[in-house]
């Protein structure tokens, strides 16, 4: 059973923090990250392993088939090994400063121990690549460590596994030889391809495109014409407009929803929690889950008897963090309430995760954000971005294939005043694929960013309207 304080959140400009007593969660220890520039899988041509290294076939394919050459003092149609070796040092810079503030730890060489792995080497002449820049398996709180598998290493291929990969070869574009210097040319591939390697290893944490749209200055008044602001952000691609000088820049950062996910990853407690498997930290001190829900039944379906949401401070994010794993109970059309009370103002995000769940009984979850009375302030569906505009209230079929679709429920960027509030987990009311079933299992992630007013010099008063801190393990 947790132990709860009642505090407001640590240090915010203009508010001063509360103190409380809380053991403190012991830090995480690095993730090693293998960025392999070394593994022979393969030709270059979806063939057999011939004696080189993969992240070489594949670049040396993508400067081949660039328009002219790229290394104009030579006339060769290949980076030579000092421009390669470079190339893959910037690679390095780039993911490090990308992830800047995590435990992750890049190396070049395989780990003896647990570790994930970006592949440098992924086929683009294998059938299922194709044109893409790289892929990789979405991972909702990075409930595996995805490495190469026995499988993978004793039958070679060039799209091995599960394992975040980036296909070089695709890349022959950003390569322009007729406009760019050497210098230039070098530095525009190692931001694009780093880039890429970032965006893979995030899905494999647990985020997904739809999170760039958080960004600062997106909100609900502008979703219709963004801006293109989502594209600042590492997890954006093709279909949110990214293009190709923004992947080129290497400014790219996460999202701040993006952050919020990888400050919980690795924190699931039960749900999907099989034993055998890993659950990776990857901040000094991660979030877990609430699944008092889960294990002791009902939120509550009303206002009076709806379960109080605890938070807690993100490393990485900052945010005030609420992640709870819950269930339908009892029924099909069990409605789920949590209550939430806030201080000051505050910049509300919430996102309900069901269809992205591994390894869970699934349902089509909606999410509605209610005020005290009761009134809905904002409801969500699924999710559908297209460049610079994204809606958050349409419906579509569960597993519709539509990548452009979230069947998952996402509310952000709402700023609320201080005072009390609600959110409804219900199962959408349209005809679905999968009907809901008691039993059928979600995570919700909430987060509430501050505004402390201007003048606010001193403590906030306890009361009502405090935050519900919950101390963490030791």
Known sequence: MPVFATVVPRLQPGLAALAFTAAAALPAAPLDVWVDFTTDFHDGNDGA??????????????????????????????????????IQTNILGELRRIYTGTTVNFVTERPAGLHDVIYFGQDNDNAGVGTTFGSAQGDFANINTLTYSAFNLSNPSGNPGSVPKVAPANFNSFLEPRFDSLDQAITEISNSLAGTAAHELGH??????????SAQGITPDNFNNT???????????????????????????????????????????????????????IVENPISSDDSE???????????????LTFDTGTLSGAEISFIEADLDGSSNDVDLFRFDIPVEANFSAHVFSERLLF??????????????????AFSDDVDYNNDSISVDGSEPLDSGDTSFEDDAFLFNILLAAGTYYIEIAPTDVEISDTPNAGDQYALVTSLVLIPEPTTTAVLALGSLALIRRRRGA
């Open 49 to 86: 392993p011939n004696g080189v290294a993969d992240w070489i076939d594949e670049l040396n394919e993508a400067t081949q088939r660039a328009v002219l050459s790229v290394n104009a003092e030579t006339s060769s149609n290949t980076f030579n090994t000092a421009q390669r070796e470079q």
């Open 204 to 213: 494999s944490f647990g985020l997904f495109h739809h999170f760039a749209y």
């Open 227 to 281: 801006g293109g602001l989502q594209n600042q952000h590492i997890i954006a691609t093709g279909p949110t407009g990214l293009n190709e000088a923004e992947r080129e820049n290497g400014t790219r950062t996460f999202s701040p929803f993006s952050q919020v996910i990888l400050d919980v990853a690795g924190g699931l407690s039960s749900l999907e929690g099989a034993f055998s498997r890993e659950n990776s930290t």
């Open 294 to 308: 889960l294990q002791n039944g009902d939120a509550g379906n009303t206002l009076a008897t709806a379960q109080t």
């Open 360 to 377: 869970a009984r699934e349902f089509d979850p909606t999410l509605t954000l209610l005020d005290s009375t009761g009134e809905t302030i």
